[in-house]
């Protein structure tokens, strides 16, 4: 035995009781559980915590990052031990040479994902989907479960005019043979988007799909037994709730599983949450398999005028000069009176949001003292009101004055604890990887524990574990994995359930070309194991294991 894991409390991933024991490790797998007498190379003692599998976070956008950090930092460490990446219609591949800066603008107009981290960190060494998986293969710690995105595949065959029109009956069919080439590479999926934008503001290319072309796709798909991930009309109710059936059509048209992220819940959408959820319950009585993806985290926005921010996408003049200006532009416009005037007059019915934001970081020592203080309360001091404060501060921090919108939804405890513990909810949608100067996008796991477990008592440490490892693996078609279990593939997490959190938020300088990017700790998880080697240890942090597949 290679390693042996002592005294545990087994939450095995299927939902069953706990209970302790040991498990042994030969290779990559486990091959048995219980009171094991032998010794072994390495052995944890794993005395009062959790021992459970390895967590699954089936929506982020670590397609670049997997390219100089294969770790995926800081998802390992929160107990994740594989990824989906290639949401939203987007992935790294299949991607022409020519289309690379197209690319790059969506990431950054939809993930927020800037452009140094693409012209520092990337080395463009492919273009097919095989060779991107046989890339990011180099240097791999963390498991990839990666999706092909529909506006790469529009791109790749139908060029310029995939932002145009829809595809010709012969482009359809190219478009499905791709698509087999990068399922036999090892997408397990197609992703496509209904809602975002490119950075002309105009809509990605998947949005100029007709049916008949994602009926030639799923049929791929069904041949080939993967899934169909969706961002849908989350703002909408109606809309969602017409997704929901045109995905459940698909569904039993094809015989595939469909995922539509995100679902939030806020305290005033309840009743929206409540019927989108009946049709869900509806359409899976039928035999579709419909499954909406709802994060656990309420959404937090930090953001600086020196980056666009999403928080402004409704205010079109703000969301223009941030998106097509550059930073001297900016503040010429918030020095120029008869401009300036416009903006604050279009921003005033958002006030209450400008009053609650958070001065979080600044440069200058005058400023200093205000961190932490929101903008009404600077305001105050000032003689002032929120929104002329936030403009002051930008033009005297020369924009690099940075604000916290903090709980901007998903914030409704008790319901959202409800909605994730029913039965045909998948917990998702993290965004691991993107929006990394905005949001921070990492902790579901913890506040999952931490908030829905020991606070609201939602979900049962068994139901929560299972949430995230075998009930993932089963819809993405993950084999030998998410349940502890002999014979399947060793990715543990080592857990203490009284303390595992969603932790503080700090700055890191770990991005090619950026300053810093916004993670978050990670709390409680005491190791990691990814096919049966320790890449993560709390007090060791990440190892030199580099033992992460393709799967």
Aim: aromatic share 8%; glycine share 8%.
């Amino acid at each position: 035995m290679d390693t042996i894991i002592r005294n545990g409390i087994i939450a095995d991933g299927t939902g069953a009781p706990l209970y302790t024991a040991d498990i042994a490790i030969k290779g990559d797998k486990i091959i048995e559980i219980g009171a094991i007498v032998g010794q072994a190379d390495q052995e944890i003692d794993a005395t009062g915590k959790i021992v459970s599998p390895g967590f699954i976070d089936p929506h982020t956008h670590f397609d670049a990052q997997l390219l100089w950090d294969g770790a995926a930092k800081p998802a390992i460490a929160h107990g994740v031990t594989t990824i989906v990446p290639g949401n939203c219609s987007l992935s790294l591949a299949p991607l022409k040479a020519e289309h690379r800066m197209k690319l790059v603008g969506m990431f950054n107009q939809i993930e927020e994902m800037p452009h140094k981290a693409f012209s520092e960190g990337v080395t463009w060494d492919w273009e097919t989907f095989d060779e991107y998986i046989t890339r990011i293969r180099r240097d791999l710690s963390i498991n990839v479960a990666p999706l092909v995105g529909h506006s790469l595949l529009r791109l790749w065959v139908m060029n310029d005019a995939a932002m145009e029109r829809a595809a010709t009956p012969e482009e359809m069919a190219d478009m499905a043979s791709l698509l087999a080439d990068c399922i036999n590479a090892g997408a397990v999926g197609l992703s496509t988007s209904f809602v975002d934008m490119d950075e002309r503001l105009q809509p990605v290319p998947s949005r100029y799909a007709c049916t008949t072309e994602l009926d030639t796709l799923c049929q791929v798909l069904a041949d080939n037994n993967k899934l169909l991930q969706v961002v849908h009309e989350f703002f909408d109710t109606d809309l969602t709730l017409a997704r929901v059936d045109q995905l459940a059509e698909l569904s039993l048209k094809f015989g595939i599983t469909t995922t539509l992220s995100p679902l939030f819940l806020n305290p005033d959408n309840r009743s929206g949450v409540a019927a989108v959820m009946q049709r869900v319950d509806e359409q899976m009585q039928r035999g579709a398999k419909v499954w909406p993806q709802v994060q656990t985290r309420p959404i937090d926005i930090s953001f600086s005028f020196a980056v666009p921010s999403l928080l402004f996408i409704r205010l079109p003049t703000w969301y223009a000069l941030m998106r097509f200006s550059d930073p001297q532009d900016i503040k010429a416009a918030f020095m120029n009176p008869e401009q300036r005037a416009a903006l604050v007059q279009e921003a005033s019915s958002m006030m209450p949001l400008w009053s609650a934001l958070v001065l979080r970081r600044v440069n200058s020592q005058e400023n200093a003292p205000l961190i932490g203080k929101t903008l009404a309360e600077v305001a105050q001091l000032r003689g002032t009101n929120a929104l002329e404060v936030m403009i002051d501060l930008s033009l005297e921090e020369d924009l690099d004055a940075h604000f916290l919108a903090a709980d901007m939804g998903h914030n409704d405890d008790q319901g959202v604890g409800d909605l994730l513990n029913q039965s045909n909810v998948m917990i998702g949608a993290s965004d691991g990887g993107a929006h990394i100067l905005s949001f921070s996008t990492y902790g579901d796991t913890g506040y999952l524990f931490s908030k829905f477990v020991r606070d609201c008592a939602a979900l049962t440490i068994e139901k929560a574990v299972q949430k995230l490892t075998s009930e993932p693996a089963a819809i993405w078609g993950i084999a030998d994995r998410g349940q502890i279990k002999p014979g399947f593939v060793a990715d543990i997490t080592i857990f203490d359930a009284e303390k595992i959190a969603r932790g503080e938020e700090y700055y890191t300088q770990d991005v090619p070309g950026e300053g810093y990017r916004y993670v978050r700790d990670a709390k409680g998880v005491s190791q990691v194991l990814i096919s049966g080697a320790v890449a993560y240890d709390e007090y060791g942090g990440y190892s030199e294991a580099r033992t992460g597949k393709i799967v």
